[in-house]
């Protein structure tokens, strides 16, 4: 299984940023897909994840409003919209899977991650 995030980059406060995550050697319709985080000297948190059965989607209350998680399983790909950035969520973001999660939002939930992608919100 190999997870490849894309889309990090450097922005100002209120810009929007779009994260990707393209999967491979996995079965993708079995699998719910997350996003974390890890911010300089924290540890990994939970950011939106999308159930695999469903697609239905659940965010972390600091983000929920501003972020939208998407997957698309003809591509294999599940993707973070981030709107309305704030220095504060400048961090390491990571893509992560687990076949048939319910509702994971632990690191400990999760099978698989990808190397992550470096995301810097400036004021």
């Known amino acids: 299984v190999q997870l490849v995030e894309s889309g990090g980059g450097l922005v100002q406060a209120g810009d929007s940023l779009r994260l990707s995550c393209a999967a491979s050697?996995?079965?993708?319709?079995?699998?719910?897909l997350g996003w974390f985080r890890q911010a300089p000297g924290k540890e990994r948190e939970f950011v939106a994840r999308?159930?695999?059965?469903?697609?239905?989607?659940f965010y972390e209350a600091s983000v929920k409003g501003r972020f939208t998680i998407s997957r698309y399983n003809t591509k294999h790909t599940v993707y973070l919209q981030m709107d309305s950035l704030k220095p504060e969520d400048t961090a390491v973001y990571y893509c992560?899977?687990?076949?048939?999660?319910?509702?994971?939002?632990?690191?400990?939930?999760?099978?698989?991650w990808g190397q992550g992608t470096q995301v810097t919100v400036s004021s």
């Open positions: 999308a159930r695999w059965s469903d697609g239905i989607p």
């Open positions: 050697g996995l079965t993708f319709t079995t699998y719910t």
């Open positions: 992560a899977a687990v076949e048939y999660g319910n509702n994971p939002h632990n690191t400990w939930e999760y099978d698989y």
